[in-house]
């Protein structure tokens, strides 16, 4: 079973930046695509970011691009996100997740559905 556990979050100023960190367990043999998603309160899980698992290819919402980057350290197995330029709609609750769907690492995958494994989240709280 694969397992992500997402670090990193907090309270920062808007303006400011943040490192979200994912740790990849379990078999990942069979994992296409990892991405990042976030949830307000009240709101449905959006997607953030994404990238194919040999990092070919990356993708990232509108509302975030030119802010936000995803990355990863192949040899500590773990996926980041990087967030500049925080703003207070920014706050949310920030997932992790993997898909063994293959076409998610040639076109992306932007829904939750699509992504059959998840981290437990992690608070990130943007003050104005």
């Known amino acids: 079973q694969v397992q992500l556990v997402e670090s990193g979050g907090g309270l920062v100023q808007a303006g400011g930046s943040l490192r979200l960190s994912c740790a990849i367990s379990?078999?990942?043999?069979?994992?296409?695509?990892m991405g990042w998603f976030r949830q307000a309160p009240g709101e449905e899980r959006e997607f953030v970011a994404s990238?194919?698992?040999?990092?070919?290819?990356?993708y990232s919402a509108d509302s975030v691009k030119g802010r936000f980057a995803i990355s990863r350290d192949n040899a500590k197995n773990t996926v980041y996100l990087q967030m500049n330029s925080l703003k207070p709609e920014d706050t949310a609750v920030y997932y992790c997740?993997?898909?063994?769907?293959?076409?998610?690492?040639?076109?992306?995958?932007?829904?939750?559905?699509?992504?059959?494994?998840w981290g437990q989240g992690t608070q990130v709280t943007v003050s104005s």
């Open positions: 997740a993997a898909t063994g769907f293959e076409h998610c690492s040639r076109y992306g995958c932007f829904r939750s559905s699509e992504y059959a494994y």
């Open positions: 379990g078999p990942t043999l069979g994992i296409y695509a």
């Open positions: 990238q194919s698992w040999i990092g070919d290819s990356t």
